[in-house]
Structure formats: structure tokens, C-alpha cells
């Protein structure tokens, strides 16, 4: 059975899945103010400074903030009338998470909602962080995932996403091993948020199974940004699952750093498939930011279901295989 936040549903309830979104987060802290912001960094987003993003995702601070309920459920109207049954939102309570306005949510618009736990990269740590042990986390985690939340009994699904950064922290390696030894008692999947540039997928995997965790239940997220095929099949190799979670976030912050463009994810995914990985991948949009929400201009989180599944179609990934991937592969990870 998985938890969701309406209470326990059968894996066949899952159906079409985005394996990893945000529906209400504050990233807002998470933003390096240096003090020569453009002028526009404090104002709110709307169509006329749209483009002021397009470069740079966090040249207005709002951009980092997914707070408004209304179009929230706007937003998961679009995903249902396109097939979609369930997200897992991935927010951990540094971020943002909040139980039950997505319980509420989730009633409202009739999408499964899966619940994560855990905690995020240090830029975002909460200050009794760096005292925790490795057990804390862990007697949080667990508690979370077999009581619920606080005290709303409403139980996450999923660990995670359990953030790691570029140096890889000694705080973040707690959450790291507090998650698999939490995956190894519960039998639950962990999400791990990677630095986007780095390949610290090998550590954090050797982490975890050193605590217990299956590489089936692990997910290596963010392997999309930098396309690094090599690195990407080293860790399929492992075992584990790799999540192309980006699409919809095509941002020229330089030729060296830029995000890949959804045309070249779909070209490595058909390579990854041709070569016999297509069971180890999710795919989804990690929505993160304002801009991607179809209100604000964006795509939403229909998007791997419409425009995302024709260019797959048009690259010789056929239906049935880019289907799987968003619902086959989802609950084998999930299970």
C-alpha cells in the first residue's frame, strides 16, 4: 500500500505519476543575495517581467515562491485533464512542506498526492541541524512515514528529497545515512536532490546501501541539467534510478552551465532506452519555481504528458515505453 496524503491507496491506484514536484514551496532562502540584484529582484512576477527569468531563474526572488492555493489547484486541474492521477511532492519542511493544505488540495482536485520527508541541502538547514544526530533524523523520518506528520496523521510516502550540495556537507550526509537506514526499516524510496553539475550519485549510493537501503529504492534526481551519459549509466548500473526531472526548465544561464533543452533530454532518453535502461528512469518536472506554472507562463505540470510525450513520439520513443515510465516504472520504485 502507499501513503498518500488522503490516507493509504493500492499501487494500481497510482496510474499516470510525475515522480517528483513541488505544489507549494518557499525557496526564497535558498537565494544568494549579494547586493547588486537588478532592480527588479524584489518586485512579483507577472507577464511584463517574465523574461527577466529566462537567463537567470532567481533574478526576481519571487520566481522562488509557489504559495497561492487557487492556483495550485488550477494547476492540478491541468494535470488531470491530461491524464495525470498522482504527484509526489517531494518538499521538505525547510522549503516549505505542508500536509494539510495539500490534504487539502488533493480532495479538492481528486490528484493523489504523496507526501516526502527529510531534509534539504545546508544552504537551507533549520540551525538544530548541525546538533542532530544521525538518529534524530532517522526517529523523524520514521515517525513521519508510520504516524504522520506532526501532529496532522498524515503520513509521508516517499523519503525525501533529501538534498546534497557541492562540497558534499557533513549535515547532508547525516540526512543521507539517517535515509537509508529509514528506507532499510520501512521499505521506502529515497529521493535525493544532487548538485546539478556535480557526480556525487556514487557516494551518496554507497552511503545508503552501506546502511541498509536497496539501489532499487533509491533515485539519483537532477542527472538531466549537464548530460552526461557516461556518469548517467554508471549509476543505472548501480542499480538504482535516475530521474530526468527538468523539462520545462530550458535556462541559457551560460554555454558552460546552461540547462540541457528538452530536445536533448528526449535524444538521451531514446539512447538510454535503446541501450536497455528504460525501466530505472522517472521522468517529471520538479516544478520549483513560479515561472513554470501555466498561470505565470509556463508549461505546468501537464507537461510531460503533452508536450514533452510528442517529442519523445516524433523521436522514436514509442507510447507504450514513454507510458511506462510515468507509471510502470513510478510504482516498481514506490512499492
Not at 50 to 55: C, G, H, I, Q, T
Not at 214 to 220: A, D, G, L
Not at 292 to 303: E, I, L, P, V
Request: proline share 2%; glycine share 8%; with cysteine.
Amino acid at each position: 500500500m502507499i501513503n498518500t496524503v488522503m490516507g493509504e491507496i493500492k499501487k494500481s491506484e497510482l496510474g499516470v505519476v510525475s515522480s517528483h514536484e513541488h505544489i507549494f514551496i518557499d525557496m526564497r532562502k535558498c537565494v544568494d543575495i549579494t547586493g547588486d540584484e537588478p532592480q527588479c529582484f524584489y518586485d512579483k512576477v507577472s507577464c511584463e517581467n517574465r523574461a527577466e527569468v529566462f537567463a537567470k531563474p532567481y533574478a526576481i526572488l519571487d520566481n522562488a515562491l509557489l504559495d497561492e492555493y487557487d492556483l495550485a489547484l488550477k494547476e492540478m486541474e491541468y494535470f488531470k485533464k491530461s491524464g495525470g492521477q498522482t504527484i509526489i511532492d517531494c518538499t521538505p519542511d525547510e522549503i516549505g512542506r505542508d500536509p494539510l493544505l495539500l490534504k487539502n488540495v488533493s480532495e479538492e482536485s481528486g490528484i493523489n498526492i504523496v507526501l516526502g520527508c527529510g531534509h534539504y541541502y545546508k544552504k537551507a538547514h533549520a540551525p538544530y541541524v548541525k546538533d542532530a544526530t544521525v538518529d534524530d533524523f532517522a526517529a523523524e523520518m520514521y515517525k513521519d512515514i508510520t504516524e504522520g506528520v506532526g501532529n496532522t496523521g498524515i503520513k509521508a510516502g516517499i523519503i525525501g528529497e533529501i538534498g546534497t550540495s557541492e562540497p558534499f556537507y557533513d549535515d547532508e550526509k547525516k540526512a543521507v545515512r539517517a535515509a537509508g537506514i529509514v528506507s532499510a526499516k520501512t521499505g521506502k524510496a529515497i529521493h535525493i536532490h544532487t548538485d546539478l553539475y556535480c557526480e556525487n550519485g556514487y557516494e551518496i549510493v554507497d552511503i545508503l546501501t552501506k546502511e541498509g537501503a536497496s539501489p532499487e529504492r533509491i533515485c539519483i534526481d537532477h542527472i538531466d541539467v549537464l548530460l552526461r551519459p557516461d556518469y548517467i549509466k554508471d549509476l543505472l548500473n548501480m542499480g538504482v534510478y535516475v530521474e530526468f526531472d527538468n523539462f520545462g526548465k530550458e535556462f541559457y544561464v551560460s554555454e558552460k552551465t546552461r540547462f540541457a533543452y528538452d530536445l536533448e533530454r528526449i535524444k538521451l532518453l531514446k539512447q538510454l532506452i535503446d541501450e536497455g535502461y528504460g525501466k530505472k528512469i522517472l521522468i517529471c518536472n520538479d516544478i520549483c519555481l513560479k515561472t513554470m506554472w501555466r498561470s505565470y507562463g509556463g508549461q505546468g505540470y501537464a507537461h510531460i504528458l503533452e508536450t514533452v510525450k510528442y517529442m519523445a513520439l516524433e523521436n522514436g520513443i514509442d507510447e507504450n515505453t514513454y507510458m511506462s515510465m510515468i507509471t510502470e516504472n513510478v510504482a516498481a520504485f514506490i512499492e
